[in-house]
């Protein structure tokens, strides 16, 4: 297990890149697996998570060779993958399995798909009823992995609706009607991220989406033909965030962030820092692979909160990966940080309530702990040995907490953060004064 020192900073400079995202990544290699043709991916994300989206796609055999950051898939065609004939492990990443389900349930074969200890307990009831509700079998004991999948390769269209707010979940179905015998719609209760949509318009697929009262209505025709076209990857926001946090706590904070993709379903948090009068620009805005691109740069500025900054409700699922950082950006704030309506956290690839909870209270925050959600205090961080849980979220937020802390701390388990952001202790030094 690799611990991590951190020592407080001064402020963090520069201009950087970040790597592929990650929710991107998944999307494209296992849509171009689908699709019919080679796709070539640039900017792939170097994340664990991606390579287990990768590897499981070879088990079914899928043809994938990667270049440096360049990955080739040569599609097998929408019902064309064959039997792993063994588990099929999708390590730490809840959407290599999640997503990987919705293609298996279309696929008139039996697959195991299994994960590591913290994916070994993560829910997949939400796609298991769904699933078996278009046709598959599935078998999940207590709800949660291994699941054991036998799909067929004319699924029945449904509308389902969604009684969580989850992307993964949704891509799972829209995946599995590619192989449906009309169209598949489902309502989530608030729009999440909608990778998945754009990456199979931008193969060719037939989907719609459009919100209104009753939700966020996504649809997707089995008719669709999806062929081949190449991808290039947007850096990932979610990684930003952690140096944009740094940045806007940290005085004399200037930090340039180019081609990071500004997908409105996943900027919420450039809003609230916004909002709290942190300085953030968008530039150079563009579109790759029909995603959205910009040139972020991020300068510290005296925050304006002085009463108690509240996220609750229809924002969270916005912000749901960014909350880690948010709770740490919170110690920093006049009034501290109130955080509700985020027991989805709970079930994330640690208890992201508990560990966030734990950590802070270690490096001598103030912190109340409710079910779905805390409160944070303004505190005067000190540095402490704080435990990463396995999540690479909670590495990295307890790092940038690190460098407001008074003194060293230490990560636990600091390794974690290659799951989505291999290099990121290095590429942190880099920016650090
Ligand atoms: C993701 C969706 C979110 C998010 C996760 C990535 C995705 O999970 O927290 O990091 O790529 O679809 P849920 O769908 O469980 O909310």
Known sequence: ??????????????????????????????????????????????????????TSLVDLGVSIRREGTSVFVSSVGKTGFSSAGRPIDCGNSGTTMRLLAGILAGQEFESVLIGDPSLSKRP???????????????????????????????????????????????????????????????IEPVKTRDHTERMLSWFGADTTSEEGVEGNRVSVSGDSTITARDVAVPGDISAAAFLIAAAACLPGSDITLRS?????TRTAFLDVLSDLGSSIDVNDLSEISNEPVATIRARFAEPKAKRVLILNGRRISGLIDEIPILAVIGTQLGGGIEIRDAAELRVKESDRIAAVVENLRKMGASVTEF???????????????????????????FAIAGLLADGETVINGAE?????????????RSVVR
């Open 260 to 264: 990071i993709g500004v997908n409105p």
């Open 1 to 54: 297990m690799l611990s991590m020192k951190i020592t407080p900073a001064i402020s963090i400079n520069g201009t950087i890149e970040l790597p592929g995202d990650k929710s991107i990544s998944h999307r494209a290699a296992m849509i171009a697996a689908m699709a019919s043709g080679e796709t070539r991916i640039d900017n792939f994300s170097g994340g664990a998570d991606c390579s287990s989206t990768l």
């Open 124 to 186: 997949m009831g939400r796609i298991v009823k769904p699933l078996i509700e278009m046709g598959a079998s599935i078998i999940s004991e207590n709800g949660t992995p291994p699941i054991t999948i036998r799909g067929r390769d004319l699924l029945r269209a449904v509308e389902y609706r969604s009684p969580v707010a989850s992307a993964q979940l949704k891509s799972c179905l829209l995946l599995a009607g590619l192989n449906a015998d009309g169209v598949t719609t489902i």
């Open 371 to 397: 079910t779905d959600g805390l409160r944070v205090g303004t505190s005067r961080l000190k540095g402490a040995r704080v435990n990463s849980h396995g999540d690479h979220r909670i590495a990295m937020a």
């Open 416 to 428: 974690c953060a290659d799951i989505s952001f291999p290099g990121f202790f290095e590429m942190l």
